[in-house]
Each structure stands twice: as C-alpha cells, then as structure tokens.
C-alpha cells in the first residue's frame, strides 16, 4: 500500500521550454502533496504544499509563476516547470500525505530534470 | 522553527557489523519523526516513523529508533549490516502544527565493505 508514482521518471528539453511533471497516488487518496527539489549530494527541500481543489502554498524564494502546482484531484498534482532554464536541472520528487490518518508522507521515485 | 541534524555525513561499516546513524531534532511541539532511506537516482523509502508511545520503533529491513525527548534525538540503528544497506539516510521531523511539512536533514551517506 501508499504507493506514489511520478511520470516522466527523466525529463531531456531545451531551454525555454515548459514540463509538466505528473505525482500520482496510486492506491490512496492525498488531500495534501508535496513538491520537493533535490541537489547532487544533497538534502531534499521543499518547493511547495499542494492542496487538492486549492492554490499551492509555496516556501520561500520558490517562484510560483516558474513552478506552476495543480492539484486536481485527490490523486493526482502535477508540477509545471515554465520556461526552464539550465538551472532548474535538478531531481524532482513529490510526495503524498493519506487522506485518512495522514501524518506520514509518502514519496514518489522522483523525476530528473536535465534542461539543455 | 523546526530542524534537524545529522551529524554524521558519511559512515562507512563492514557487512555484518552494527551501524548507528545519529539524528538530533528542533521542534516545537510535539514531533513526529521519520527515518526515510534513498538508494541512487531513487525516491524516498519510509523506514521508520514515531508518533507517541514506546520510544523504541522498529521499522522494515531489521531497523529501529529510538526517541529521547531529553536529548531531542532519534538515532537509527541497525544491529547486522547487510551490503544492501549502502544507501543515503534521511531523518526528518514535522508535526501537525506545522501542516506536517517535514524537515529534513543533511543526509548520512552509509557505504558497507565487505
């Protein structure tokens, strides 16, 4: 049970270009999904906190307009990153909280991002 | 403000021996505390997690933790490392007063010799 899926697992695009990056929850349904990005060698950070059927709460320094968060339904957000420049390359994973009882956070493979 | 440290970046353990990884938390509430494990190029794999009760947690692949309030800690240990143990260690806190976000810390690199 509590498994997260992430579609495209790699992602290859020029600069300026737009990818949408899909967080599924495959056998639960998450009220709450989280975007985290992640740096060779280094610890996750949280991007953003999405909410299904409500805006994303972004952290600080984190673009809203550059990483675009859609939460569309109890299963499924997606991560839109707008115009990607070189340094956006990074390894994208999300995460989702249960519905029911949901304190614990749940994480998809995560998608590598390598912008041209 | 929540935080965690990891003191320790990079443990090296022969296959067999013990391994303790060593998490130290900041949290003003009460926490609730995950050890999270990632092989290369993967997701996170939830290990363990403590929420109340016996502050001895045991967890999947022969883990357990342990909460001491007293010492704001919550180490990892395993008691025979198996070479498929060689991964990234994340321990992470968060709670219901801050949405359950989680923080997460640096990361302890385990690499296991034969």
């Known amino acids: 049970g509590a498994v997260v899926s992430q579609h495209p697992s790699w992602v290859i695009c020029k600069s300026g270009t737009s990818v949408k990056i899909e967080c599924r929850s495959l056998?639960?349904?998450?009220?709450?999904m989280f975007w985290y990005r992640q740096f060779p060698k280094q610890s996750l950070m949280l991007m953003a906190t999405?909410?299904?059927?409500?805006?994303?709460?972004?952290e600080q320094g984190v673009e809203k307009d550059k990483f675009l968060i859609n939460h569309a339904s109890l299963t499924l957000s997606t991560l839109t990153v707008t115009s990607a420049h070189p340094e956006d390359s990074s390894f994208y994973i999300c995460?989702?909280?249960?519905?029911?009882?949901?304190?614990?956070?749940?994480f998809g493979p995560g998608t590598r991002l390598l912008v041209l | 403000a929540q935080s965690v440290t990891q003191p320790d970046i990079h443990i090296t353990v022969s296959e067999g021996a013990s391994l303790e990884l060593r998490c130290n938390y900041s949290?003003?509430?009460?926490?609730?505390l995950f050890w999270y494990v990632q092989s290369p190029g993967q997701g996170l794999q939830l290990l363990l997690k403590?929420?109340?009760?016996?502050?001895l947690v045991q967890g999947i692949k022969g883990f357990e933790a342990e909460f001491k309030r007293s010492q704001s800690s919550f180490n990892l240990r395993k008691p025979s490392v198996h070479w498929s143990d060689a991964a990234e260690y994340f321990c992470?806190?968060?709670?219901?007063?801050?949405?359950?976000?989680?923080?997460f810390g640096a990361g302890t690199t385990v690499t296991v010799r034969a």
């Open positions: 403590y929420f109340s009760g016996d502050t």
């Open positions: 992470a806190v968060g709670g219901s007063s801050n949405d359950y976000k989680l923080s």
């Open positions: 999405s909410n299904e059927g409500s805006k994303a709460t972004y």
């Open positions: 056998d639960f349904q998450a009220t709450t």
């Open positions: 949290y003003g509430a009460t926490p609730y």
């Open positions: 995460s989702a909280r249960d519905r029911i009882g949901g304190e614990t956070q749940y």
